[in-house]
Nanobody, 118 residues
Framework: QVQLVESGGGLVQPGGSLRLSCAAS????????MGWYRQAPGKQRELVAT???????NYADSVKGRFTVSRDNAKNTVYLEMNSLKPEDTAVYYC????????????WGQGTQVTVSS
């Protein structure tokens, strides 16, 4: 079992920045991929960014160039630096952890609210 705890969400002005953190605990071995997803009201959950244990990253086109995902393997923590925030970035952001390869199991945090508004 893996537990994920997100932090760093809040209310920001358009063009502002936020940094989200997600710490994993529990059965943290074989955690290969960590990342961030988001879900806005009335919409499906969508991928924001992922990062592998080796540091390979993947971003949604909508956030590419504005968001940066990073990972501290020693601390079992993944970060999402969000810059140039737009109102359409408003959503609940969920941390994801993929444990294993092939027969992997996905774990999810409770989510943290990000609101971009004037």
């Amino acid at each position: 079992q893996v537990q994920l705890v997100e932090s760093g969400g809040g209310l920001v002005q358009p063009g502002g920045s936020l940094r989200l953190s997600c710490a994993a605990s529990g059965s943290i071995f074989r955690i290969n991929v960590m990342g961030w997803y988001r879900q806005a009201p009335g919409k499906q959950r969508e991928l924001v960014a992922t990062i592998t244990i080796g540091g390979s990253t993947n971003y949604a086109d909508s956030v590419k160039g504005r968001f940066t995902v990073s990972r501290d393997n020693a601390k079992n923590t993944v970060y999402l630096e969000m810059n140039s925030l737009k109102p359409e970035d408003t959503a609940v952001y969920y941390c994801n952890c993929r444990r294993g390869i092939g027969d992997y199991i996905d774990y999810w945090g409770q989510g943290t609210q990000v609101t971009v508004s004037s």
